[in-house]
DNA sequence: ACTTGTGTCTGTACCAACTACAGAGCGTAA
DNA sequence: TTACGCTCTGTAGTTGGTACAGACACAAGT
């Protein structure tokens, strides 16, 4: 039971393998101030609350919706305090808006690449469809 | 007509307007061997020919379809000698699976973001839908 | 000839968001 | 006690550029 209890201290290698995340990220998050510097044992090694690990999971989470650093940071009221709905809700929409013009640029690319690889057989000449498109005059 | 001739000798800026990429990005690229040391003037100015015209308008054009310096190190040449069209298209196969890979993992972003919104209605409380689920345990 | 303005040269610093490593110190089990 | 493994710190590397400072170069105007 104690081994998985959220209420013991962690030390940093156990609250990365609990998230999931690498074990120099929580350092760099407190670092630039995304996590408070956590309190420390006698001879200088980390201890992580139960309150760090909730915060450091809503942070990777975040990061892994796509937010950015600074998003984060005003999503956590780093930055103007905590944020209201309102503004949550927008930086989200703006957040998704982003997305979806990075999924269209993909797709852009994938087109493309799909027309200029069209004749390049992959026949075992140096003579290659596609590095020619690609030399190709405008 | 002089003005539009391919074959004169042009500055950094000009070659940069050309093909439309930053001016230091000429640099860069000649600093990480994707386009050779070009001519100088004998006072040190660059001075680039119409083959460094057509090498760095390929890289740019392999660079907005996404593959990687490296990559584009390979299709040149640089690393093992010119590429057979077999190794051109195994390259620009990988390249498509990450695109693709990116999209997926975007468009999964996306459906994630959506199902964290709802709820998060842009009221102008402090409560807010879209933290609480970032914070709720695992 | 001189000045002024713009272009170019070099080296280096900066961006995001980590990740990795060196060299020192600490903790614990045998 | 000694060996192993974990943690500490500071710093450098990653990708693909972009930006800037300070020193020259060049062309046009006076």
Chains 1, 2 share one sequence.
Do not use: W
Not at 38 to 65: C, K, M
Not at 78 to 103: F, Q, T, Y
Not at 106 to 111: S, T
Not at 113 to 126: H, K, N, W
């Amino acid at each position: 039971m104690a081994i998985t209890s959220p209420r013991a201290a962690l030390k940093r290698a156990e609250l990365a393998g609990r998230l999931g995340c690498n074990l120099e990220t929580i350092r760099y998050y407190e670092r630039i101030e995304l996590l408070p510097e956590p309190a420390r044992t006698a001879s200088g090694h980390r201890l992580y609350s139960n309150e760090d690990q909730v915060r450091l999971r809503f942070i990777l989470r975040a990061r892994s919706l796509g937010f950015s650093v600074e998003d984060v940071r005003s999503l956590l009221g780093i930055n103007d305090g905590r944020p209201s709905c309102a503004e949550v809700r927008a930086l989200a929409e703006a957040h998704r808006g982003d997305i979806r013009k990075r999924i269209a640029d993909l797709k852009q690319m994938d087109r493309r690449l799909g027309e200029i690889m069209a004749g390049c057989t992959g026949a075992e000449t140096p003579d290659c469809a596609l590095t020619d498109k690609l030399f190709e005059d405008s």
